[in-house]
T-cell receptor, first 116, second 113 residues
Framework: GENVEQHPSTLSVQEGDSAVIKCTYSDSASNYFPWYKQELGKRPQLIIDIRSNVGEKKDQRIAVTLNKTAKHFSLHITETQPEDSAVYFCAASEGFSSGSARQLTFGSGTQLTVLP | EPEVTQTPSHQVTQMGQEVILRCVPISNHLYFYWYRQILGQKVEFLVSFYNNEISEKSEIFDDQFSVERPDGSNFTLKIRSTKLEDSAMYFC???????????FGQGTRLTVV
């Protein structure tokens, strides 16, 4: 089955700096890679996702890059703000091209702290 | 904005008791999922459900677990005989189809004592 590794486990940055979180996956059949933000005690919320037919996607201060050859994908947050502080999870799935309900395999999470 | 809703938000149960966790997926969604998150750990897949049957299940989803869609709106997870290690946050999720994002509910914190 799929295995997703995520680094670092904790990340502290100064407000305004950039943050980068990296994930690797093992199953070359995976074709959908979402990133979730989870604030303490709350539900995971999708912040950005990327499908295997593109290499990069950007949404305001958040971007994700995908390298299918190396099987890794990264989340980039620019101009970080204190409200970006949360746990970020990457995930992988091969559900995009199938008609069945495919699981998300999550990374272990990164606790991001943005220091004011 | 439509949301996945889960009840109860917190359930405390004695070891060996049965629990049923309830979820109301977003109304036009067809794919349903249960995940769990043990405190401080990653979110783990339990089971997915489509067209009134299980699509996939993980090793965690053993004979003690079952899912049901008893009517057109609810999606339930039953644990027949709870163990201490079942204590976790259980998240329900739904998606419109297999190609779109999964929306998560706010979770049910299950504590087995």
């Amino acid at each position: 089955g799929e295995n997703v590794e995520q680094h670092p486990s904790t990340l502290s940055v100064q407000e305004g700096d950039s943050a980068v979180i990296k994930c690797t996956y093992s199953d070359s059949a995976s074709n959908y890679f979402p990133w979730y933000k989870q604030e303490l005690g709350k539900r995971p919320q999708l912040i950005i996702d990327i499908r295997s037919n593109v290499g990069e996607k950007k949404d305001q201060r958040i971007a994700v890059t995908l390298n299918k050859t190396a099987k890794h994908f990264s989340l980039h947050i620019t101009e970080t703000q204190p409200e970006d502080s949360a746990v970020y999870f990457c995930a992988a799935s091969e559900g995009f091209s199938s008609g069945s309900a495919r699981q998300l395999t999550f990374g272990s999470g990164t606790q991001l702290t943005v220091l004011p | 904005e439509p949301e996945v809703t889960q009840t109860p938000s917190h359930q405390v149960t004695q070891m060996g008791q049965e629990v049923i966790l309830r979820c109301v997926p977003i109304s036009n969604h067809l794919y349903f999922y249960w995940y769990r998150q043990i405190l401080g750990q990653k979110v783990e897949f339990l089971v997915s459900f489509y067209n009134n049957e299980i699509s996939e299940k993980s090793e965690i989803f053993d004979d003690q677990f079952s899912v049901e869609r008893p009517d057109g709106s609810n999606f339930t997870l039953k644990i027949r005989s709870t163990k201490l290690e079942d204590s976790a946050m259980y998240f329900c999720a739904s998606s419109m189809d297999s190609r779109t994002e999964a929306f998560f509910g706010q979770g049910t914190r299950l504590t087995v004592v």
